[in-house]
């Protein structure tokens, strides 16, 4: 095993003894996380850093339409890969653009491509792939879907550095507590990748390439460059990571996916100013149904009443009271 691995399961509160749901790969590098269906049925209800709980009830409606994709509205379908979703815009018809959001860990690359064959059809690649933004999670796959689509990869220029393989993102901060997830996050890669060749600015009227109807917001905080798309027809909002819709800091609440509105996951947030602002905006925008990067996507009046609460609340509630010095 690799240093560090013993930090699994230290800072959760009641983690059930012989649970190891971590998986490292590529030497220390953590790049993808197992975790086995039979220990999340195992594990009892402990009380984490729950921000704001949802409800079942609360959960949009999705219909299971193969390859693991899960379909929540006939335009919208997404696949969790591990830890993370990635979604699919574009109805199944065959003369549609399509467009995918986001592409997982660095393993996930095949499985997108089986799930998109399957949704979409063979032969049929999407017309662009675009990025809420960089991190290790959203940009895994990134670099090998590119290549092998050829197609373009939209994403905001503050996000640009981390994509083109100038900048890495800030260390994560082991200190802002709430589990193992957190702990463990200097571990997660955080190196640019470079997929320069293949990179777009987003539209600077606020458009999203081949998603009418769509606008792009700026939702930093983050990261710098984070987006979100949002469609008022039907209210429906794709958050990235700017909120997400369970506790992504520790690992029983990401293997159990427990629905909850949660700021940005605290570990790899670089500017909670900035995260907070972008919250409020969110909110104002009164959200009906909510797909995250992080989380089973949500819908109804509750969860718009829960993204207030969040974003009137954001200090006391998803700004984590220890972190580096440097990190505020
Ligand atoms: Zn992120
Ligand atoms: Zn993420």
């Not at 919250?279 to 509750?302: F, S």
């Amino acid at each position: 095993m690799p240093p560090g691995f013993a930090l699994v399961g230290a800072g959760e509160a009641g983690a059930p003894k012989g649970v190891n749901p971590i998986d490292i790969r590529h030497g220390s590098r953590l790049v993808d996380i197992q975790f086995p269906a039979a220990q999340a049925t195992t594990l009892k209800e402990i009380t984490l850093t729950i921000q704001l709980p949802l409800e079942d009830s609360d959960l949009a409606p999705a219909t299971e339409t193969g390859s693991g994709v899960l379909a929540i509205l006939p335009d919208l379908a997404y696949r969790r890969m591990s830890i993370v979703n990635v979604i699919f815009y574009g109805e199944p018809a065959m003369d549609k653009a399509w467009v995918l959001i986001d592409t997982g860990l660095a393993t996930s690359g095949k499985a997108i491509i089986e799930a998109a064959e399957h949704r979409f059809g063979h032969a049929r690649p999407p017309s662009a792939i675009l990025m809420t933004h960089g991190h290790f999670d959203h940009a895994g796959a990134l670099e090998a879907l590119a290549r092998h689509w050829d197609v373009p990869v939209y994403a905001h220029p503050l996000e640009f550095p981390y994509l083109r393989g100038e900048n890495s993102y800030p260390p994560a901060d082991p200190l802002v507590g709430g589990g193992a997830m957190a702990l463990l996050s200097p571990l997660y890669p955080r190196s640019p990748v470079d997929i320069g060749q293949w990179l777009r600015a987003l539209p600077a009227d606020g458009s999203t390439p081949f998603m009418p109807g769509w606008t792009w917001l700026h939702t930093p905080g983050h990261t710098p460059g984070h987006v979100s798309f949002w469609r008022a027809s039907d209210r429906c909002l794709i958050a990235g990571d700017a909120i997400i819709t369970t506790g992504q800091e520790s690992v029983y609440e990401v293997l159990t996916q427990r629905p909850e509105m949660h700021g940005p996951p605290r570990y790899m947030t670089s500017d909670w100013q900035e995260a907070m602002d972008s919250v409020v905006e969110l909110a104002a925008l009164e959200p009906e149904t909510i797909i995250a990067g992080h989380g089973r996507p949500m819908r109804g009046p509750n969860v718009t009443a829960r993204l207030h609460e969040l974003a009137d609340n954001f200090a006391e509630i998803a700004i984590p009271t220890t972190m580096r010095p440097n990190n505020r």
